[in-house]
């Protein structure tokens, strides 16, 4: 196991949990969006804003192949990352994918006030579109925690449970 990758959608608590993850760990922490602002210089609206969605995406995948290649790292993807089919890949190869779940009602109590998302500013019909349509791709992780009634605390320890019954699973099939 080389790196935690959390996915899910906006607001299932990636980045808040993921940091939380990496104390216990002591592993580092990173966040896919943060590190897209770094290296841009921008904010996420704001790439949105003047480039638009797909100079997102191209900036998200470069930031996906490079901290894959690292070790030991708690990464938070945003929402849409592992729609992409080669950042899944280069992802589930160097970890174990985490999905992170909440319900819609949840999700948007969260942070549906917060403006720094461009793909809420839209109506709740074509947000609970994007919300089912995601949901396949979510499942497909090694496994998934529902985050709906959980506090962090209790989101990352049943994380490192699963970890330790997956790296016990693992210990015994070599052996
Ligand atoms: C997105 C989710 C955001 C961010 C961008 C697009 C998405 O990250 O990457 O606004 O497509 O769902 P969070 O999931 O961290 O909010």
Do not use: C
């Amino acid at each position: 196991m080389r790196n935690i990758v959390l996915i899910g959608f906006m607001g299932t608590g990636k980045s808040t949990v993921g940091r939380r993850l990496a104390q216990a760990l002591a592993w580092n922490f990173v966040d896919t969006d943060a590190e897209i602002g770094e290296v841009t210089e921008l904010s996420v609206s704001e790439i949105f804003r003047r480039y638009g969605e797909t100079r997102f995406r191209s900036e998200e995948k470069i930031v996906v192949a490079r901290l894959s290649q690292e070790d030991e790292l708690v990464i938070a993807t945003g929402g849409g990352t592992v729609l992409n089919s080669s950042n899944w890949g280069v992802l589930a190869e160097n970890g174990v994918i985490v999905s992170l779940y909440a319900s819609l009602d949840v999700i948007l109590n969260r942070i549906g006030h917060k403006n720094d998302r461009p793909l809420l500013r839209s109506t709740h019909d074509e947000i609970e579109r994007l919300f089912l349509e995601r949901q396949p791709f979510y499942e497909k992780a090694d496994f998934t925690i529902d985050t709906t009634f959980r506090t962090i605390e209790e989101v990352v320890g049943e994380i490192l449970a699963h970890l330790g019954r997956m790296a016990i699973h693992e210990f015994t099939r070599k052996n």
